[in-house]
């Protein structure tokens, strides 16, 4: 069955330092998005990607944040300067018809 | 906007009694409904989707959802709880452009 697969599954940054997290969505899937989940709350939408390009994102995705399709297959996240309240739970997923579908997540812990 | 209500974070049943979680959803737009599991440490695995079509869906692991748009409800059931259904549950929707809106949760524990 295909799935989503992230790496790395646990990240542990100094603050101030960049991460990027890294994902391989589904190979027929169009549509690519970053969700994080802070510890004990619910999932957050951060960004929607489409043909190349954002397509939509949320207060949450400021100026510290990118995504990028390097390649036909990864889908990456960049955190530029992590500060502390970025630790959480993130999750890629990607959608087709079926319905959208995620990683097992990457729990990016900031020191 | 769209808009997600889970009634309860947390729910207890005893092993073979009917499992209810609520949700509630608002959205401007006919629906896209969806309820997704999180096990301990692990990630989202869908349960099962409302995409317009029959209003009472079934899902994975013997789960089902009825979509009653007077309501605006589409709460998850299971007529018999098992041990391994502890989990976190998660109602979500969609305006048919991808992006999901979760609700907060419904953490549901299994009493032997």
């Known amino acids: 069955e295909p799935e989503v697969t992230q790496t790395p599954s646990h990240q542990v940054t100094q603050m101030g330092q960049e991460v990027i997290l890294r994902c391989v969505p589904i190979s027929n899937h169009l549509y690519f998005y970053w969700y994080r989940q802070i510890l004990g709350q619910k999932v957050e939408f951060l960004v929607s990607f489409y043909n190349n390009e954002i397509s939509e994102k949320s207060e949450i995705f400021d100026d510290q944040f990118s995504v990028e399709r390097p390649d036909g297959s990864n889908f990456t996240l960049k955190i530029r300067s992590t500060k502390l309240e970025d630790s959480a739970m993130y999750f890629c997923?990607?959608?087709?018809?079926?319905?959208?579908?995620f990683g097992q997540g990457t729990r990016l812990t900031v020191v | 906007a769209q808009s997600v209500t889970q009634l309860g974070s947390h729910v207890s049943v005893s092993e073979g009694a009917l499992v209810l979680l609520r949700c509630n959803y608002s959205s401007s737009v006919p629906p896209y409904l969806f309820w997704y599991v999180q096990y301990p440490n692990q990630g989202l695995q869908l349960l099962l989707k409302y995409t317009s079509a029959a209003t009472l869906v079934k899902g994975i692991n013997g789960f089902e959802a009825e979509f009653k748009k007077s309501e605006t409800s589409f709460h998850l059931t299971k007529p018999s709880a098992h041990m391994s259904d502890a989990a976190e549950y998660f109602c979500?929707?969609?305006?048919?452009?991808?992006?999901?809106?979760f609700g907060q949760g419904t953490e549901l524990s299994v009493k032997p």
């Open positions: 979500a929707v969609s305006d048919r452009g991808g992006k999901l809106i």
């Open positions: 997923a990607s959608s087709g018809r079926e319905g959208a579908f």
